[in-house]
């Protein structure tokens, strides 16, 4: 098994395909990203809204000021780019195996930063699992349960519509509103946790958030991977 980053072969024994020095400092950025490690200055200051970088901006970024998020926060634990963005796009592409590593590190900051506090992974869209045969956000969600006792809650489902990347920022907005529903009978755990592979508009935490809050959630903060 060879490291998707560097191409270097993994140690024999390893979970996932990164070697130790490709691993070691995505970890130690998410960790620093939740709070677990003390700032390097590594991670620069972020919005404290979506969790971007947020250069010389004190309060939320120009983004949120405007956009009328409807999660209350989101904690991206890297930045989309360089390696990381390269183990992303390679579990993406069929690297399963990568879920293994990603849910350490989102477990490490579930702990520390949303406690008890229920899952619910932001659904994939219509059709994505009969044509892939998996979901990455699923994927990851099933070993924080598994593996780290995570309760997880599968409550939102995902109407179809043109895919995201396709479309502009308003454009990806008004695609997103009404498009999250929850489930038949399903009903939203007080104060869940939305979890997502990549931020990018921050369009489908909104819509994820929005139904959750209309069926009844107080507060809806989200942990992601990975945010540009
Ligand atoms: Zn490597
Ligand atoms: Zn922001």
New binding site residues.
Partial sequence: MRCVVCGLPVEPDGRYPLCAGCAGPLLDEALESAGLAPPSGRASA???????A?FSEIG??????T?G?RFDS?LPLLRYSGDARAALLSYKAGRTSLASFFAGALAAALSERFAGRAVVPVPPRPGKIRRDGWDQVERVAGILERRYGIVVVRVLRRAGGPQQKSLGLEARAANMRGAVSLRRGATSPLEPVLLDDVLTT?ATLSACADALKAAGAARVDALVIAAD
């Fill in positions: 972020r919005c404290p809204v979506c969790g971007k947020a939320p970024c120009m983004r949120c000021r956009a998020y989101a921050g």
